[in-house]
C-alpha cells in the first residue's frame, strides 16, 4: 500500500505540508497507514502497532500523530496534554479561524 500512497504522497500533500498549509485528507484504513507512515517516517515495525479505530480521524503534525474522540485529542503513547500539544493545539485552533 505504501507504494501505490508514496507518489501521490509526495508530488501533492509534502509541497503544501513545506508551504505551512494545512492538508486535510480522507481515506480508508490501509491508505491512512501508509500516510501516517510516510509522513512520520516509521519504520515497518512502528506502523505495525498503530492501532486505527475505524472511523475515528486522525490529526499529524510534523512529529507525531493522534486519534480525535467524542472527548478530545487522545495523544499516542505518553504525550498527551504535554504542553508542546497544548501550544500546538492552540496554534492549529488559531489557524483554523478564518
Excluded: C
Aim: zero cysteines; hydrophobic letters at 40%; glycine letters at 6%.
Amino acid at each position: 500500500m505504501v507504494n501505490r500512497v508514496q507518489s501521490v504522497y509526495e508530488a501533492e500533500i509534502v509541497p503544501l505540508r513545506n508551504a505551512g498549509k494545512t492538508v486535510v485528507l480522507i481515506a480508508h484504513g490501509n491508505t491512512n497507514r501508509a500516510l501516517i507512515k510516510l509522513a512520520l517516517d516509521l519504520s515497518e515495525q512502528e506502523i505495525e502497532s498503530v492501532e486505527l479505530p475505524t472511523g475515528v480521524p486522525v490529526i499529524v503534525t510534523n512529529r507525531e500523530w493522534a486519534l480525535v474522540s467524542d472527548l478530545g485529542l487522545r495523544r499516542h503513547q505518553s504525550l498527551q496534554k504535554t504542553p508542546e500539544y497544548l501550544a500546538w493545539a492552540r496554534e492549529f485552533a488559531g489557524s483554523q479561524r478564518g
